[in-house]
């Protein structure tokens, strides 16, 4: 069984540009999650999808973003980007919210220049 | 404030020991707790739930709850060189099933 996938796995930006992240989920899985990590901050919850459905939000800015598609697929974009957007951006699924274990992709580090 | 806290570490310990890390809570309402591991350059996996007082064995891993004192603890027995990551705490914190991560513990297990 394919794991969680997210692309790309490396990203560099500058400040002022927009970003897209793709996850897919393993397959049969509806629930996605993004989180974004920095160094010392541990995991931040930024939304969870569930049937195409935003389900929770972190605290963060509306510039980050996200939507799931009818397969699960999810993707989350972030505008306007700003130096302290520099991360690993990780997507984890599971069967439904709530669900344990989530299963993580590798993620994608974002470079924002 | 929804808060999870973990010692950021580094917690040096010697193979063969026991390694403790620790994890303390803000929401006396917790009912799910769970510790990820997550090795340098990796995504984070699930090794241990709990979800009632006392505590879990699997293998040479024991999740210990107190949820009066609001903390939960793991312990690593016959520590391993290749036990050596971050461990994270993550508590559910609401009926939305949003986990709250802690920032994590280093662990380094010295031969």
């Known amino acids: 069984k394919a794991g969680v996938t997210q692309t790309p796995r490396y990203l560099i930006k500058t400040r002022g540009q927009q970003v897209t992240l793709s996850c897919s989920p393993i397959?049969?899985?509806?629930?996605v999650s993004w989180y974004q990590q920095t160094p010392g901050q541990g995991l931040q919850f930024l939304f969870e999808?569930?049937?195409?459905?935003?389900?929770n939000k972190g605290n963060f800015p509306g510039r980050f973003s996200g939507r799931q598609f009818s397969n699960s697929r999810s993707e989350m974009n972030v505008s306007t980007l700003e130096l302290g957007d520099s991360a690993l951006y990780l997507c984890?699924?599971?069967?439904?919210?709530?669900?344990?274990?989530?299963?993580f992709g590798d993620g994608t580090r974002l470079s924002i220049l | 404030q929804k808060e999870v806290e973990q010692n950021s570490g580094p917690l040096s310990v010697p193979e063969g020991a026991i390694a403790s890390l620790n994890c303390t809570y803000s929401?006396?309402?917790?009912?799910?707790f769970f510790w990820y591991r997550q090795y340098s350059g990796k995504s984070p996996e699930l090794i241990m739930s709990?979800?009632s007082n006392g505590d879990k064995e699997d293998g040479r891993f024991t999740a210990q709850l107190n949820k009066a004192s609001q903390y939960v603890s793991l312990l690593i027995r016959d520590s391993q060189p290749s036990d050596s990551a971050t461990y994270l705490c993550?508590?559910?914190?609401?009926?939305?099933?949003?986990?709250?991560w802690g920032a994590g513990t280093k662990l380094i297990i010295k031969p």
């Open positions: 984890a699924s599971s069967s439904n919210p709530g669900s344990q274990p989530q299963h």
């Open positions: 397959s049969g899985h509806r629930s």
């Open positions: 999808y569930f049937s195409e459905t935003q389900r």
């Open positions: 929401d006396r309402g917790s009912q799910s």
């Open positions: 709990i979800y």
């Open positions: 993550a508590v559910n914190m609401d009926s939305n099933y949003q986990l709250i």
